[in-house]
């Protein structure tokens, strides 16, 4: 086992077991994982009389078409999509499974792992959820660079533990192409946001007709 791997396993094990002690999130279900993508099932707490729209009966072809309009703002206000088409379509088949299992009270994660370099790979983290007639789409994490191998004297928390939480500043921001699908997401996203800290991006969108 590499050091990688055992500090990541390590790190896995202690953050459910303080999870499970301190009433924080954890991971309920593993919905599809390989080398490219992970999408697991968070638990949360989406407060007083918001609890999810779940499971979500969203089918794979939706996803992915919704999917198509998502991107991020970059600096000069450059509009890049946030998904080329091949990724689309493999993710719109992973939510739709998380969708369609997933609970009241959980969120469908996905991470995303794309070699940079022979030593160095980009990570793109996030989640969905549905409320009644809309799609949320949160933004953590954006090709963020890091070495595939770290120190165990210098191990930092992998962002596959906590797709949810920034480790940087993200783009200018997120968009949707056509803008007359975005709604606006209301308290929705209450859960995830920061005070004083890197917030994930969130949008909320018409998913209906799609």
Not at 29 to 58: N, Q, S
Not at 140 to 169: C, H, M, S
Request: with cysteine; net charge neutral; hydrophobic share 40%.
């Amino acid at each position: 086992m590499g050091l990688r791997t055992l500090g990541y396993a390590l790190w896995v094990f202690g953050w459910v077991l303080l999870a499970g002690c301190a009433g924080e999130r954890a991971f309920t279900a593993t919905v599809h994982e390989d080398d490219t993508w992970i999408v697991r099932l968070l638990k949360v707490d989406p407060g007083k009389d918001r609890r999810y729209t779940h499971p979500a009966p969203l089918e794979a072809e939706t996803l992915e078409r919704l999917l198509a309009g998502v991107g991020v703002v970059q600096d000069g206000g450059r509009w890049r999509p946030l998904f080329t088409e091949y990724e689309r379509r493999r993710l719109g088949v992973l939510l739709h499974r998380g969708l369609t299992t997933a609970g009241p009270d959980e969120v469908v994660t996905f991470v995303q792992v794309l070699p940079a370099s022979s030593w160095q790979e980009r990570v793109t983290s996030g989640g969905v959820f549905v409320t009644e007639g809309k799609l949320h789409f949160l933004l953590a994490n954006f090709q963020v660079k890091r070495e595939r191998w770290q120190d165990t004297d210098d191990y930092r928390p992998p962002i596959e533990t906590r797709p949810l939480k920034p480790v940087a500043p993200l783009p200018a921001g997120l968009a949707y192409r056509p803008a007359d699908r975005l709604l606006d997401p209301g308290r929705a996203g209450d859960a995830f946001r920061v005070p004083l800290g890197l917030s994930p991006w969130h949008i909320a969108l018409d998913y209906r007709g799609s």
